[in-house]
Structure formats: C-alpha cells, structure tokens
C-alpha cells in the first residue's frame, strides 16, 4: 500500500537492514560522541554523558530513498539542537557533516539538524538501540530519507560549506527531503 503521507514510499513490516560499509566493532568504552567545526565549544562526550542528557521520544515513520517505509517507529534520543546549544556553532554554518564508526559519512543542511524532531537516537521501540540500527548512537531526521540517518555515528562537524557523504559522492540529493521526493542530485 502506498503512504499517504510519503510520495512514491510503500509500506512493509521490517527494516531491510543496510550496511554499506560493513558492521564495525564497537568498543563502548573508548566510544567517544564528538562535536567539531565551525563551534565556539568543541564536545568530546561519553556514551554515558549522552545517555543523560535529556531525552526526546517520538513515534514516526521511516522512508528509505529505495521506496519503502516502516510505519510508526518509536525513536528515543537527544535532540540535535542540543548539540548545537551545547557548542554554539558560528553564523556561517550552513551544513553538518556526520562521520560514523564504520567510515560512513552523509550531510544534512543547518534547518533540517535544527529541527525539533531531529535526534541523536540512543533507543528504538523502547529498547536500547540494536548494532544492526546504529548501536551506539544513530542519526534521525524524520523527514529526510534514511540515508542522511548514519548510523554508529561518532562525529558531528559543523561546516560553512556544502561537502558530500558518501552516498552524495555516488549522485544522492545533497538535502533528501522525504516529501519533495528528493532522491537523486539534478544538474
């Protein structure tokens, strides 16, 4: 059945789950959440210090640039804009750059970080979130399409200029904006 919501998306039961660069090891002890760039404040935050700081629970769909979507996920995290408070990026910042464990990168425009919606999620469907969906910490904007979400996510680096990830390198949308359709870079 096609969502009503979501242009061109249909619905199916479970995640297909995707790791284009494989599945890192994570040791969560030496896992370190860093915030860098275009900041006043650079972070540098343990699993820990993320898991209390105060949280956001959202119910949403997910939709993967592919054309499927997973109804109604529970995503539990800090709200990137936190991140942003916390760090104060400079009046220049346009774009923010995520870097993951397994050398993933993706990209998302300034607005769309800043969104009330958009988190560093730490727990889905009310459960600490699994390796296979980003453990420790993942991206998610709902949206923008699920490859802007990076998962096992490490870095945030704020830029001033636009600069691709790595499904952008390969032709994706530098923004990927779910309900403009925005799948592929137009010339």
Not at 9 to 18: E, L, S
Not at 159 to 167: I, M, T
Request: net charge negative; proline share 5%; aromatic share 16%.
């Amino acid at each position: 059945m096609e969502g009503a919501d979501a242009p061109g998306q249909r619905y199916i039961p479970n995640f297909v789950i995707y790791m284009a660069l494989g599945k890192p090891k994570v040791d969560i002890n030496k896992y370190r959440f860093i915030v860098d760039g275009r900041v006043e404040n650079e972070l540098k935050l343990s699993y820990e210090e993320l898991k209390a700081l105060p949280m956001k629970r959202i119910i949403t769909d997910f939709h993967c640039v592919t054309g499927w979507s997973v109804k109604e996920v529970e995503w539990e995290g800090v709200q990137l804009n936190r991140f942003a408070q916390m760090a104060k990026p400079m009046e220049d910042v346009e774009w923010v750059y995520f870097t993951s464990l397994d050398g993933y990168t993706t990209v998302v425009a300034f607005e769309d970080f800043m969104h009330e919606d958009s988190l560093l999620v730490l727990k889905m469907n009310g459960s600490p979130l699994p390796i296979e969906h980003g453990y420790p910490a993942r991206i998610f904007i709902p949206h923008l399409y699920g490859w802007k979400g990076a998962k096992w996510v490490y870095k945030i680096t704020f830029l001033e200029e636009y600069r691709d990830g790595y499904w952008e390198a390969l032709g994706y949308s530098q923004r990927g904006r779910v309900f403009l359709e925005e799948r592929f870079k137009t010339i």
